[in-house]
């Protein structure tokens, strides 16, 4: 089944602890993203990667880290979490190298809180 | 910068109506704009693209258009159900441009 994981799909931790949010595709997709969702604010884009170690900011990129080593991996890093960094994350991915013009297919989601 | 502009106000209508919810864009034209369909607690899925040389896109019961001179699209729904209640999110995306925007969303409620 063409999909897209994320783990964890929940995540509660604390202040400066780093962490990682792992997503995969196996669609073979060029494009990949990751976005945050907070009420009233929307989705918003932290980072992209049009293919294999090529990434690039998105909207909110401040406090994020990503890789892009293979091409079915991107996962999002939080060096030293922060409470105003909690959020439902999405991970998603497209086939082509922008997304412009092709679905966007999303993962399930992944809660984080800080505490 | 970009501004995209949702009816943040949730739409009720009943059903077998026509639900149509509003997408305004300003400060940049995309030359492509998608629809997606949100459920509470689940990623959105991705309904249609609209170009900006086309100005309406039809998939069964969806009907999206694409007023580049009022800057916005619109997204309809016909002989709507209780099925289609959710958040609906629009993208309007610039050419060569690789960063998605999205608006904050409407979320449709169908009454039975």
């Known amino acids: 089944e063409a999909q897209v994981t994320q783990n964890p799909r929940y995540l509660i931790t604390v202040t400066g602890k780093k962490l990682t949010v792992t997503c995969s595709q196996n669609?073979?997709?060029?494009?990949m993203s990751w976005y945050r969702q907070d009420p009233g604010l929307g989705l918003r884009q932290i980072y992209y990667?049009?293919?294999?170690?090529?990434?690039d900011k998105g909207d909110v990129p401040e406090g994020y880290k990503v890789s892009r080593k293979e091409k079915r991996n991107f996962p999002l890093i939080l060096e030293s979490p922060s409470p105003n960094q909690t959020s439902l994350y999405f991970c998603a991915s497209s086939s082509g190298t922008s997304g412009r013009t092709n679905e966007q297919f999303f993962g399930p989601g992944t809660r984080l809180t800080v505490l | 910068s970009q501004k995209i502009e949702q009816n943040s106000e949730a739409l009720n209508i009943q059903e077998g109506k026509t639900a149509t919810l509003t997408c305004n864009y300003t400060n940049y034209s995309p030359a492509y704009l998608q629809w997606y369909r949100q459920d509470p607690g689940r990623g959105p899925v991705f309904l249609l693209l609209i170009r900006e040389n086309e100005k309406e896109k039809r998939k069964e019961r969806l009907k999206v258009t694409f007023d580049t001179t009022l800057k916005q699209s619109l997204f309809h729904i016909t002989a709507s159900q209780p099925a289609d209640s959710a958040t609906y999110l629009c993208?309007?995306?610039?050419?060569?441009?690789?960063?998605?925007?999205f608006g904050s969303g409407t979320k449709l409620n169908v009454k039975p």
């Open positions: 990667s049009m293919n294999v170690e090529v990434t």
């Open positions: 669609m073979n997709h060029e494009y």
């Open positions: 993208a309007p995306i610039r050419y060569n441009f690789n960063k998605f925007y």
